[in-house]
């Protein structure tokens, strides 16, 4: 089987979406340092899944 990088990158999406909590309703000037953190890196697996 080929790697795919887009594949993998939807998976991890997909398993982040039910793993790590949604931040939409928090203002981002508040965010606390670890919130930042996972915001920038489901962004960036957002940013590689499209």
């Known amino acids: 089987m080929v790697f795919n990088k ?3 990158f939807k998976v991890l ?24 953190l996972i ?3 489901r962004y960036w697996i957002t940013k590689n899944c499209l």
């Open 6 to 8: 887009k594949y993998f």
């Open 13 to 36: 999406a997909i398993i982040n979406k039910v793993i790590l909590p949604s931040l939409i309703t928090k203002d981002l000037s508040k965010l606390v340092w670890y919130e930042k």
């Open 39 to 41: 915001l920038g890196y």
